[in-house]
């Protein structure tokens, strides 16, 4: 079974608003960590944000924010005021603390930022 | 700044050859990764190690076999390549238990198998 869905194929942003991308996860295990990451077409990959299972509030970096529903297990990654820089390829990754310190990975969302 | 050095940016191989990816990071990293990239499926995992000479199966490690003879070095090893493996493969190090900490990742290594 998935463990971390990302429903949205792709997506479009006009440049300077906002957007959401979705992740929802499964896991039993009370302790995870949950990540997002950026690979625009260069191929690196760009750590933005993380967000613990036991955090209290939801986590936040600059423009980017993670919208943390722990009873939904959804972690929805927000980007404030989109650049055409944030075109890329995103996904949410978990960690499960005590099933092992790997790191699992969703199929990613294309986001393509309007002019 | 943490470095993770991927041997081969792009390498073509043939059938049934023996292929080494290698990789370094210099960060004193216990954990150590290696994952194949494809279009529509994300990154999965083949193989990590969390510690020298250890290993542990990932979701798809048929096919594949890895190395971890020093902390800093994690090879992953394709002793027969075929078409299917045909992918990018992405090395990272990083992580922990219970840790804010993120994993570092390479810049990848494109492999084609003909």
């Known amino acids: 079974a998935q463990k971390i869905t990302q429903t949205q194929p792709g997506m479009f942003v006009q440049e300077k608003e906002a957007v959401t991308l979705d992740c929802t996860y499964d896991t039993s295990d009370p302790s995870y960590g949950l990540f997002w990451y950026k690979q625009p077409s260069s191929g690196e990959m760009i750590f933005l944000i993380y967000q613990g299972s036991y955090d209290q509030q939801n986590a936040t970096e600059g423009r980017y924010s993670l919208n943390f529903q722990k009873a939904r297990k959804s972690a929805n990654l927000v980007i404030s005021a989109s650049q055409l820089g944030d075109s890329a390829m995103y996904f949410c990754a978990m960690r499960e603390d005590n099933y092992g310190q790997n790191f699992v990975f969703g199929p990613g969302t294309r986001l393509s930022v309007l002019p | ?114």
């Open chain 2, 1 to 114: 700044d943490v470095k993770v050095t991927q041997s081969s940016r792009y390498l073509v191989k043939r059938t049934g050859e023996k292929v080494f990816l290698e990789c370094v990071q210099d960060m004193d990293h216990e954990n150590m990764f290696w994952y194949r990239q494809d279009p529509g499926l994300g990154l999965r995992l083949i193989y990590f190690s969390y510690d020298v000479k250890m290993k542990e199966k990932g979701d798809i490690p048929e096919g594949y076999s890895v190395s971890r003879e020093k902390k800093e070095r994690f090879s992953l090893i394709l002793e027969s390549a075929s078409t299917n493996q045909t992918s990018m493969y992405l090395c990272a190090s990083g992580g922990g238990r219970r840790s804010r900490n993120t994993i570092y990742f390479g810049e990848g290594s494109w492999l084609t198998v003909v």
